[in-house]
């Protein structure tokens, strides 16, 4: 059971089979030149960003572990060689280089504020998102 305390909208292409797979694509386009991914309420951040024109796919990773289970065909599928990937998830960075290129995360100790305050502190803005494109 995942869970969050935001209010987050429910996005058009989730799917619990491709959730059930670890990770699917949530919205595409052909010949993308950058993947977005997120695991939480981070990926409605990535949905919004490839709405302001981005050729851009989008990519719902909610277990690494599932996914990395998944046949190496099915894996290639989400993230084919050459295409850059950002991920985007208010946790540590760390583990991400296994998929991304570059990582929007919170690689610190935290701090207090309120949650839009804290988003723009970290970068979990839209804004942020395509500031950081790999393009």
Aim: proline share 6%; net charge negative.
């Amino acid at each position: 059971m995942s869970l969050t305390r935001q209010g987050i909208p429910n996005l058009e292409g989730s799917s619990v089979e491709g959730a059930l797979k670890g990770g699917y694509i949530l919205c595409d386009t052909p010949h993308p030149s950058i993947i977005l991914v997120g695991t939480g309420s981070e990926l409605q951040l990535c949905a919004e960003a490839k709405k302001k024109g981005l050729n851009a796919r989008v990519v719902s990773l909610p277990c690494w572990e599932l996914f990395d289970d998944q046949p190496l065909d099915y894996r290639r599928s989400i993230f084919p060689d050459g295409i850059p990937v950002l991920s985007v998830e208010a946790a540590a960075t760390t583990c991400w280089s296994k998929y991304a290129h570059a990582s929007i995360g919170i690689d610190t100790f935290g701090a207090s504020g309120t949650i839009p305050a804290l988003a723009k502190h970290y970068g979990f803005t839209v804004e942020n998102v395509l500031e950081r494109l790999i393009l």
